[in-house]
């Protein structure tokens, strides 16, 4: 069977998490950013992650240099991935398309930059964490660590994650992460993040004419979204906080 043609090919490549679900639980998103509106006839998706070891979050100095360099090795490994089981399931006679980590991005109608499809969601409802008061997805060996390759196909593909756990999700008492936040972006009640704000803050790109965004923003979102992601992702965006990420005390080693 494909699906376990493609865990397998998980599994040897030591992907952490792993999960499949179908693709109408994702049809309560926006227009231009459900499924079907990326693979017309899309049945099931797949989604998958490897977490950032943690210790890189916790070295004394270079951490945020360290976690810019290793994001970016494990995105290219994600999609390549993605790609990779898209073109396993061409072959087999179905269609596929990769859901990438990073970017290409686009800007949706309230001009919030965003994923084409939603992956944290995509990670939830295949199972393989929760959304957090961060409005990451966390998992309680991984915390936030994760990073998430996708992709979406036409072939009606069984459920099935691992690792096969349920999820407790944040603690009640807990709001580490949005106490942190240096900019206040993260709305803890909602599970949602201010991700403008957030990018305000965060976000370096020396590659970028932030004026000449902003313009193209308003005017052609599109051109926009093409503009940020020739200039800004991949090596050339520098993230000066990730504190959501690094205090979690889900999956620290030092708090297990
Ligand atoms: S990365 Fe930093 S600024 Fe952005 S939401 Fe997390 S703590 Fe806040
Ligand atoms: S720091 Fe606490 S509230 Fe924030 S994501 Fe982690 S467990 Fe949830």
Redesign the pocket.
Known sequence: MIANQIRQIAENENISVFGISAASKMADELPGHRPTDLLPGAQSMICFGIPVPHNIYDMPIYELETTWRSQNLFYRRLDTLSIRFASILEESGAGAIPIYGCMPLGINKMGVVVGYLNQIRMGEVTGIGTIGK??LLIHSRYGSRLMLGGLLTTAILPEMRYPEIVEPGCPPNCQI?AD???????MADKKQ???M???R??ARTPAMSMIKFAILRAFNPQVAARFMSLRTFDEHTF?I?????ALCPYGNAKSR
């Open positions: 961060n409005g992460c942190a936040c240096p900019v206040n972006a993260i993040v201010d991700i704000c957030c990018l803050y965060t993230h906080c990730s504190k959501c990420v």
